[in-house]
Each structure stands twice: as C-alpha cells, then as structure tokens.
C-alpha cells in the first residue's frame, strides 16, 4: 500500500485513460531514470562496486531518509556510468519506457558536471545525438538534453556550459540548468555562467523550491532569468511570490511523487500542486527520477486524480507540459493537433 494522501477512488478505466493520455515531460534526469537492474548491470560491465551484494539489495536503497541520502544513492548510480555506449544504452531504455506512457516528447537533463569528470564530451555527444535520431523512429518519441550544472560543483559550472554549447551546435542540446544540493549552494552562483548561456541563445531553467524555501526561487527568477522552476513547491510558503507567479505564468516543472519520497511533503497532506493551481499558477506534472521514486509519468497523473483532480483538470496539465516545452512553434503545433485528435476520440 502507498501510504501517500488520497481521498478520491480512481476507475480502472481513469488509469487506461491517463497512460493513453498524450504527454510531454519537462522534468526528468537521464540517470534518475536508469533503473535499479540497469545500474547494477552496469556496475558489472564497468568493475564498479556497489555497496550491496546483491541486486535486491541494492534496489532497497531506493527508500529515501531525506534530500542529502537520495544525492548519496544518485552519485553511486551515476559512478557506474562509466562510458558513452553507457549513456547511448541508457537513452535507449529511457526511450522505450517512456513509450509505454506515450510520451512524444520530453526534455530531459544529463548530470554533466558529473559526467564530464571521466568522460570525453564529444564522444558523449555523438552517442546520444545517433540514439536519440534512432530511438524517435524506433519507439516514436522525440528527446532533447537540457545538461545541468551540480550546485555543489560551482567549479564546473563554464565547462558545462561549453559541454552545452558544443551539443547545441548537434542539435540535441538545447538549454542549461542547474540542480543539485539546493541549500549551500544558491542560485547567485551561477548568474553569470546563466547570462553567457541566455546570450549564446541557451534556453534556462533552474531546480529551485524544492529543499530551500521561497528565496531560492526568487534567487532564480531574478538571478538567472529561469524560463521555467524545477519543483517550485515551497512558492506556496510566500503568498507574493505565488502572486509572481501567477501574473509572470513562469511555469513549474511538479514532480508529486519525487516530493512525497523525499519528504519535502509531509505523506499525509494533499500535494501543494493543487493549492498552487487553485491560486492560477502555471504547473506541469513530471516523474524526475521515476525507478528511484518508484513512480512513472502515468502513475503521477495516477496520483493528482486520487487527490480529486478531475479528467478536464488532468488534461490541462498535459497540455501545460506541451505549451511549456522549448519545442520549436511549429513543432508545438503539430503535437497540439495530436492532442486534439486524443481529446475527440
Ligand atoms: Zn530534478
């Protein structure tokens, strides 16, 4: 049993309903994304020890103490990503799975401070730009790379962004981000690594709102020009940012069940989500790291109707997704009439 708030009883029909539903997502980490088998494969394949003898094993560390515990697990996960085949395997996985949800398109993050430690960019690059053209044919879902810095590596953060640079000149990357230990680390640190990208013509979002209240977001607003806030949840603390918010429609990339896992809610209280629409802020709904949540795109949607949220309520938010992605208008408008064909249906 998910011991996670719920009030309303979802039809089976609801769920088929949900998972046929259209989407995109916004916000979604490569390496969040490879599950616990994957890992442990490529633990094998690479020679990296785990600390878990057996695969079992390993998957239990999936059960979060808190914000710092989960970056502890993450790292290890990501040590066994030790070459680009690695990521080209990994896309491809990702690819399938988020088929089965019928996601045409997302946007997804690369840990790229962590990735350029031991890794050569451009192989990295040439890797993920030959899946993701082959992945759109085999399974029918477009990919792009949003490479984001590690708060706790300022260091790194020009090398990511020529890293950025580099893949935008592919075709595959098309923004930079910014993630990681919220707190200690806040978003003036990278204002002008955030410039040189909105200057190089880099779309900018940033992770804020998450573990570190209302300050951070508005560290990202103001600071870095965030075109859109990963998580943003803890707006809902600071009545004239969500007043910001809701006049500016910067949107927020929601992930419920990453915020359940982690505690930043409480399991007994209904998701902020709804509160921050209510109050006409523009939210999206996303999975972040889906196997170390336990969670998949579906299931979120899943989630938001056991929380009340009605079919006209759960549309809009796929629709958001849509609107709020950094695809081209063109693009955007061949997807919306994808949409509307599933809507009339
Ligand atoms: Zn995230």
């Given at each position: 049993m998910d011991p996670i708030y719920s009030n309303t009883a979802v039809s089976p029909e609801l769920m088929t309903r949900l998972r046929a539903m259209p989407k995109v997502e916004l916000h979604v980490h490569l390496e969040g994304a490879t599950d616990a088998a994957t890992v442990w494969e490529l633990a094998r394949r690479n020679q990296v020890t785990l600390p878990a003898s057996t695969l079992e094993e390993w998957q239990s560390m999936?059960?979060?103490?808190?914000f710092d515990h989960f970056i502890e697990i993450y790292l290890l996960a990501a040590d066994c990503m030790q070459t680009p085949a690695d990521f080209a395997f990994m896309t491809e996985r990702f690819l399938a799975q988020q088929a089965q949800h019928n996601v045409k398109y997302c946007e997804v993050f690369l840990s790229a401070s962590i990735l350029l430690d031991k890794l050569p960019p451009a192989e990295v690059i040439a890797a993920l730009a030959e899946t993701i053209r082959q992945g759109e044919a085999t399974h029918g879902v477009q990919l792009r790379f949003i490479p984001d810095i590690s708060?706790?590596?300022?260091?790194s953060q020009y090398r990511v962004l020529e890293f950025v640079l580099a893949g935008q000149e592919e075709g595959i990357f098309i923004g930079l981000g910014v993630g990681g230990k919220e707190i200690g680390f806040p978003p003036e640190l990278f204002t002008d690594v955030f410039a040189e990208a909105r200057r190089q013509g880099l779309h900018v979002v940033a992770h804020a709102g998450?573990?570190?209240?209302?300050q951070s977001i508005w560290g990202a607003i103001?600071?870095?020009?965030?075109e859109r806030i990963g998580h943003?949840?803890?707006?809902?603390?600071?009545d004239q940012l969500v007043d910001y918010l809701r006049q500016s429609q910067i949107p927020l990339e929601v992930s419920p069940y990453s915020n359940y896992r982690l505690k930043v809610?409480?399991?007994d209280q209904p998701h902020p989500i709804r509160a921050l629409m209510d109050q006409g802020v523009y939210v999206t709904v996303n999975s972040d790291d889906p196997p170390m949540f336990s969670t998949d795109l579906t299931s979120e949607y899943v989630l938001l109707a056991r929380q009340g949220f009605s079919w006209d309520e759960l549309w809009q938010l796929s629709l958001n997704a849509l609107e709020a992605s950094f695809l081209p208008d063109e693009a955007k408008a061949a997807y919306r009439a994808e949409w509307k064909t599933f809507a009339r249906a």
């Open positions: 999936y059960a979060f103490r808190d708060r706790q590596v300022p260091d998450e573990t570190d209240g209302p103001h600071s870095l020009q965030a943003g949840v803890r707006a809902i603390e600071d809610v409480p399991p």
